[in-house]
């Protein structure tokens, strides 16, 4: 298949950069501190339940470095309707042994976590933030929803000539 200025492409996890671009420009006009206590912007506790006194910052959950793992209930219960953030993040399954900042750890959720984080400190919707802050700066038609890309026409040497 052909690749045009409409053809879409998803990228899934290449996008947790996209996030790490966005947080470092909120955090350039301080809207957000990335080694603020997230409990701070989530506005309730988040503690790993076997190191309470570490606090978990948006520097790690965008280093995968917090101690949130996907094997608990993030899978399962995670995936349900009415399944909030601050149920899984308060499950001591969705953590790891090691403390916060110790040890890397791939984590959706954690990135998840920083996604909702971004979101309560810039008190905008996730991908009206990275059109504002990414897209929109490096003339970027993007979205993390499709169906918000404007589809542009095609000029005409896209047009082929019988």
Request: with cysteine; glycine share 6%.
């Amino acid at each position: 298949m052909p690749v045009t200025d409409s053809t879409c492409f998803r990228i899934a996890s290449v996008s947790k950069l996209v996030m790490s671009f966005a947080s470092l420009s909120l955090m350039e006009d301080g809207v957000v501190d990335l080694d603020a206590d997230i409990t701070l912007y989530l506005g309730y506790p988040v503690r790993h339940p076997q190191h309470p006194d570490i606090p978990v910052t948006l520097r790690m959950l965008l280093t995968h470095s917090a101690g949130i793992t996907d094997d608990g209930p993030y899978g399962t219960r995670g995936m349900e309707p009415g399944c909030t953030l601050r149920e899984l993040l308060s499950n001591p399954a969705c953590w790891r042994e090691c403390a916060p900042g110790q040890a890397f750890h791939y984590s959706n959720l954690g990135a998840g976590a920083a996604g909702v984080v971004l979101e309560r400190a810039a008190n905008m919707p996730f991908d009206d933030i990275l059109k504002a802050r990414v897209f929109d700066p490096l003339s970027i038609r993007a979205s993390y929803d499709p169906r918000r890309i404007t589809p542009i026409p095609l000029r005409s040497w896209f047009v082929p000539t019988l």
